[in-house]
């Protein structure tokens, strides 16, 4: 059975920082690329970064690069999201998913944790 398990989130002031794990199982995590949705409430989900967890590269938008660090650690079989300069905007739910390719990873998701930026 596949296995999403976030956590880290909570609450923090406006330029602070917070750094989410992405504990995976049920499937074969080396093939896969992990990614790091939020949404917001009343907005679309967005995905902000990814990684390929069998040779590391990752993927930002703008808004997030330069603040957000995907990175994997394979052997715990885990994906962390390391989160600085935090902004009140940033608050959301966030999530990770799993799939073949960053441009395919919706195919396993886990329940999300919350992050809430106050101003």
């Known amino acids: 059975e596949v296995h999403l398990v976030e956590s880290g989130g909570g609450l923090v002031q406006a330029g602070g920082s917070l750094r989410l794990s992405c504990e995976a199982s049920?499937?074969?995590?080396?093939?896969?690329?992990i990614a790091w949705f939020r949404q917001a409430p009343g907005k679309d989900r967005e995905g902000h970064s990814c990684?390929?967890?069998?040779?590391?590269?990752?993927y930002y938008i703008p808004s997030v690069k330069g603040r957000f660090t995907i990175s994997s650690d394979n052997a715990k079989h885990t994906v962390y999201l390391q989160m600085n300069d935090l902004k009140p905007e940033d608050t959301a739910i966030y999530f990770c998913?799993?799939?073949?390719?960053?441009?395919?990873?919706?195919?396993?998701r886990g329940q999300g944790t919350q992050v809430t930026v106050s101003s």
């Open positions: 998913v799993a799939g073949p390719k960053c441009t395919e990873v919706d195919k396993y």
């Open positions: 049920g499937f074969n995590f080396d093939d896969y690329a």
């Open positions: 990684i390929n967890t069998s040779d590391g590269r990752t």
